[in-house]
């Protein structure tokens, strides 16, 4: 998790500060200096002047210190935890919406999906022994009529589960042995193209290869007339979804390594990209801007394009303190990034939420910043008196 650096107020606050302290004891030196040259004729005027000069120097030096005792300072800690508690907020609040779907991680490349086979193995009962795989729901239906939803699951989870349903038959169905032999993921082929329906393929299976599949008329959907009519593929799972360009995929624009289906999957290839409200992916641009509230995502959009969407910024934010949210639900990381670097970033990722902070100036710093500009023209002045 990124914190950029303290707030460009304290640059302001020294830079006040320099402004009060530097012409005092510069006004203060040549009070002594001619003092000296005098002191022959008056004997206390280098004592008084350097009097004067000190007390100068020493009021430079106070009001410095309260100034700096005056600053306020951001706390990026407290900061960061307000914004991921306000976007998980938001997301809560937000549930019905779909959220991006993900391909397989590595930590989930273990886990039982929709299509993998496996075999179960009991000597005490030969009607056991078996392959079965699971089906595009993650169920799998075993001997006996036992169904049992295992997705998502080690295989060491599943054969608890598989010795526990079977223990209500066999004293010791600890004995079962459950082997997963074959990896497969089950997807559904949908939209504007000839070829349909519930296709098992391997899990690093790209489109090319899925456009590839042919019906059982011996047809594929992998022709140039088909490509050129298709635009987007929208991935929908359990309750997630994601659109793909597929412009962009055949022009090799995004590539496929490492991405692996998780089984269940809805492809839908799609020659006009149509969606409805809940599924289509969204923007949030919170805090200071003139109207807070999610926008739709676009790819082509960026953050600036979002803030302007939102109305712009009010009088009040601190174009220092911005915070961009990202991640899958319960995992997401805040990042605090200013105005001027937001365009570092590069474009959102759907469903990032846009935090805009309030400047935190308290009334007593803007009035103390006056006073010290005021002062400073004063010291500036009387550096000209003493010297001309």
């Not at 042995?177 to 349909?196: A, H, M, N, P, Y």
């Not at 935090?355 to 009334?363: A, G, K, Q």
Request: glycine share 6%; with cysteine; hydrophobic share 40%.
């Amino acid at each position: 998790m990124k914190v950029c650096s303290r707030s460009i107020k304290w640059k302001v606050n020294c830079t006040f500060s320099l402004g009060l302290i530097i012409p005092i004891p510069v006004a203060s030196y040549p009070i002594v200096a001619r003092s000296v040259v005098l002191c022959d004729l008056q004997g206390a005027g280098l004592r008084a002047s350097f009097g004067r000069a000190l007390g100068y120097f020493v009021i430079g030096i106070g009001i410095i210190l309260f100034q700096m005792g005056c600053t306020h300072f951001p706390s990026d800690k407290k900061d960061l935890n307000q914004a991921l508690l306000l976007d998980q907020e938001l997301l809560s609040k937000e549930s019905p919406r779909k959220s991006e779907y993900q391909f397989l991680t590595k930590e989930e490349d273990g886990l039982i999906a929709p299509g993998d086979l496996i075999a179960l193995t009991y000597s005490a009962d030969p009607k056991l022994n078996g392959r079965f795989r699971f089906q595009f729901d993650g169920t799998v239906q075993l001997p006996y009529n036992f169904k049992i939803k295992g997705a998502g699951l080690k295989l060491s989870e599943l054969s608890k589960l598989i010795h526990t349903k079977y223990g209500e038959i066999y004293k010791n169905s600890q004995e079962i042995q459950v082997s997963l032999i074959e990896r497969k993921r089950w997807i559904q082929i949908t939209g504007d193209i000839s070829v349909t329906g519930l296709r098992l393929v391997e899990p690093g299976t790209d489109l090319t290869e899925i456009l590839s599949l042919k019906s059982s008329a011996g047809l594929t959907a992998n022709s140039t007339e088909e490509r050129k009519k298709l635009k987007f593929l929208k991935i929908k799972w359990n309750n997630s979804t994601s659109i793909i360009d597929l412009k962009k995929y055949f022009r090799n624009e995004i590539s496929w390594e490492d991405r692996k289906w998780r089984g269940g999957e809805i492809l839908s290839f799609q020659s006009n990209l149509t969606s409805d409200e809940d599924e289509w992916p969204m923007i949030r641009v919170l805090g200071e801007v003139s109207e807070p509230g999610s926008y739709q995502f676009t790819e082509k959009s960026d953050y600036f394009s979002y803030i302007l969407k939102a109305g712009g910024l009010t009088s009040s934010a601190d174009i220092d303190r911005i915070y961009i949210v990202r991640g899958p639900p319960f995992q997401r990381e805040a990042v605090q990034v200013s105005l001027e670097d937001l365009s570092k970033y590069g474009r959102p990722n759907p469903n990032d939420t846009l935090l805009l902070m309030r400047d935190r100036t308290s009334l007593t710093e803007r009035r103390f910043s006056m006073a010290a500009s005021f002062a400073s023209i004063l010291s500036t002045l009387l550096l000209f008196k003493v010297l001309f």
